[in-house]
T-cell receptor, first 114, second 115 residues
């Protein structure tokens, strides 16, 4: 298993600004990825964070809006850039351990853009 | 591609009553199946998973689920719910082939337990 620490847990931001969310795992993991959970909806995969290379984005998400870093096997960041109220959501960091079949999740970041 | 359908967006139930949360999936390959629970203002916690073997799997907090391949279902059940079971429940599927195991989630079912 893996314990994932995510911060901040919540934030209220002005439109047009950017917020960087940090995700730290207590052990080395093979895969890290980011989900968005909009109010009353399911989790939508944003991208897979790749160590040492550009993230792999899902349809509808682009690097300019959601730049992602993963400098090592235990840490990743997601930036929400040039925010608008439509970006208000919960952002969840997730990871898969080597040989593991189930994903582990951080506590989430509840973002409100005003 | 895989997909998950949770038929009920909200399930109200009285305390100590039984409950079933429904989940159907579609995939062209063999899958792993999961149920996660999300309590208010928290992340997702794994309740149980089906990888292979017995189709009836037991999880934490007295929950169990049954994999039915012919009906492509993985319904979650609990014989007697508690107030503390009030939460959002997500069914998820990941495909065995390709090795990525990144789960796809259903829309979630809000379980509301009334006293």
């Amino acid at each position: 298993s893996a314990v994932i620490s995510q911060k901040p847990s919540r934030d209220i931001c002005q439109r047009g600004t950017s917020l960087t969310i940090q995700c730290q795992v207590d052990s080395q993991v093979t895969m890290m990825f980011w989900y968005r959970q909009q109010p009353g909806q399911s989790l939508t995969l944003i991208a897979t964070a790749n160590q040492g290379s550009e993230a792999t984005y899902e349809s509808g998400f682009v690097i300019d809006k959601f730049p992602i870093s993963r400098p090592n096997l235990t840490f990743s960041t997601l930036t929400v850039s040039n925010m608008s109220p439509e970006d208000s959501s919960i952002y969840l960091c997730s990871a898969l351990t080597e040989g593991g079949t189930e994903a582990f999740f951080g506590q989430g970041t509840r973002l409100t853009v005003v | 591609a895989q997909s998950v359908t949770q038929l009920d967006s909200q399930v109200p139930v009285f305390e100590e009553a039984p409950v079933e949360l429904r989940c159907n999936y579609s995939s062209s390959v063999s899958v792993y199946l999961f149920w996660y629970v999300q309590y208010p203002n928290q992340g997702l916690q794994l309740l149980l998973k089906y990888l292979s073997g017995s189709t009836l799997v037991k999880g934490i907090n007295g929950f169990e689920a049954e994999f039915n391949k012919s009906q492509t279902s993985f319904h979650l059940r609990k014989p007697s719910v508690h107030i503390s079971d009030t939460a959002e429940y997500f069914c998820a599927v990941s495909e065995r082939s390709g090795g990525s195991y990144i789960p796809t989630f259903g829309r979630g079912t809000s379980l509301i337990v009334h006293p």
